[in-house]
Structure formats: structure tokens, C-alpha cells
T-cell receptor
Framework: DGGITQSPKYLFRKEGQNVTLSCEQN?????MYWYRQDPGQGLRLIYY???????QKGDIAEGYSVSREKKESFPLTVTSAQKNPTAFYLC????????????FGPGTRLTVL | AQSVTQPDIHITVSEGASLELRCNYS??????LFWYVQSPGQGLQLLLK??????LVQGIKGFEAEFKRSQSSFNLRKPSVHWSDAAEYFC???????????FGSGTKLNVKP
């Protein structure tokens, strides 16, 4: 059953701690993305990766880091430098063809206590 | 710069009534346009997409959208709304040069019985 999984669904973090959100896909997609969603602001791009071992900053990359060591995995680390990390985080993937679209995971809700 | 505007934050319609959600975009080249739907706490599901050709595109769940280049719009329509359509709807424009996507801030649809 192909798709994108994100874990955990809910995550709580104390201020000053780093935390890593998992994103795995078995769709054999080349490109993967991380978005942040806040109420009333839609989705904002954090990082994206078009191939293994390569990734680019999106519009709001400060305070976040990623890695892409395997095609199927694109973990996102929210560092203590991120000033307001409480949000809903969505991972997506895409095959990269000219007529393809993004497929989204179910999301992780991060709350900083 | 690329941007997407959804002017209606909230819309309420009666079950069985018609629906139109507005979307305006700003993009320098031929746009690739999408509509997604999101249920609370879930990921995004693709409703339909426009890449080229017929400007009226059909999607899932009885939705359709019309691309109007002269108005820079891609409005989503449904002739008869069902209670299960209550959700948040996002319009997006894709930039294939850089493999990035830009999302509107969303429209929350409420359906009255």
C-alpha cells in the first residue's frame, strides 16, 4: 500500500530542545518537501529535496535542518533556534515529472511547552 | 513574485446549494494550478489540477475548476454541496522550474443542513 507516513502524529517539546520529525515514502518519488501550516496562513515551504544528498532552503528555513540520505526518507529537525515552532508540519513527495503533483502525508502537530 | 490569493476565509452554504471558491494567482509564466482539500488534522488531498489544454477541468467528488488567464483566476465550483464537503480548501500554483509550490491561505467551508 503506497503512501507517505509521518511520525509521530503529536509531538511535545520543551523550549530549548531539538526534535526530529519523521517522513517516509514508498512511492519511489524523487522529490520531497516539508511545509509548515499555521492557522490562516496556508502552507509555507521549509525545505525541499529533488534528489538524494541534495536539498534546498524554502521560504522559512531558519531554525530548521534536514537530511536526505535515502530516497524514501526526509527527516526534519526543529532546532532550538526556531523561535515559534508550535505548528502543524506536513511532508509531501512528488515524482518530479512535468505533469506530476504533490502527495501529502497526514502531518505532525508539534507543540512547544 | 509568485503568490496565490484566496479572498474568502470562511464560506457557509446550505446543503444542496451551489459553491464557488475563489482563487487568484500571480505568476510570470504559464501556471500549473491545483486545488486541494484538507479535513481537520489531516494532510491535503488533491481535488484537481490544470496544466494545459481545456480550461475547464474536472476533479474528484464532483468538483470542477475553470482557468481564466485574463483574470488570473482558477475558481473551484460544485453544483450541489454535500455535508461531507465541509473542510478547508487550498489553491496552489506550481513552479516547475524550481520544483516549488505556492499555496493560498485557504478557505474554510461550512455546510448548513
Amino acid at each position: 500500500d503506497g503512501g507517505i507516513t509521518q511520525s509521530p502524529k503529536y509531538l511535545f517539546r520543551k523550549e530549548g530542545q531539538n526534535v526530529t520529525l519523521s517522513c517516509e515514502q514508498n512511492l519511489n518519488h524523487d522529490a520531497m518537501y516539508w511545509y509548515r501550516q499555521d492557522p490562516g496562513q496556508g502552507l509555507r515551504l521549509i525545505y525541499y529535496s529533488q534528489i538524494v544528498n541534495d536539498f534546498q532552503k524554502g521560504d522559512i528555513a531558519e531554525g530548521y535542518s534536514v537530511s536526505r540520505e535515502k530516497k524514501e526518507s526526509f527527516p526534519l529537525t526543529v532546532t532550538s533556534a526556531q523561535k515559534n515552532p508550535t505548528a502543524f508540519y506536513l511532508c509531501a513527495s512528488m515524482n518530479g515529472g512535468s505533469t506530476d503533483t504533490q502527495y501529502f502525508g497526514p502531518g505532525t502537530r508539534l507543540t512547544v511547552l | 513574485a509568485q503568490s496565490v490569493t484566496q479572498p474568502d476565509i470562511h464560506i457557509t452554504v446550505s446543503e444542496g446549494a451551489s459553491l464557488e471558491l475563489r482563487c487568484n494567482y500571480s505568476y510570470g509564466a504559464t501556471p500549473y494550478l491545483f486545488w486541494y482539500v484538507q479535513s481537520p488534522g489531516q494532510g491535503l488531498q488533491l481535488l484537481l489540477k490544470y496544466f494545459s489544454g481545456d480550461t475547464l477541468v474536472q476533479g474528484i467528488k464532483g468538483f470542477e475548476a475553470e482557468f481564466k488567464r485574463s483574470q488570473s483566476s482558477f475558481n473551484l465550483r460544485k453544483p450541489s454541496v454535500h455535508w461531507s464537503d465541509a473542510a478547508e480548501y487550498f489553491c496552489a500554483v506550481g513552479s516547475y522550474n524550481f520544483n516549488k509550490f505556492y499555496f493560498g491561505s485557504g478557505t474554510k467551508l461550512n455546510v448548513k443542513p
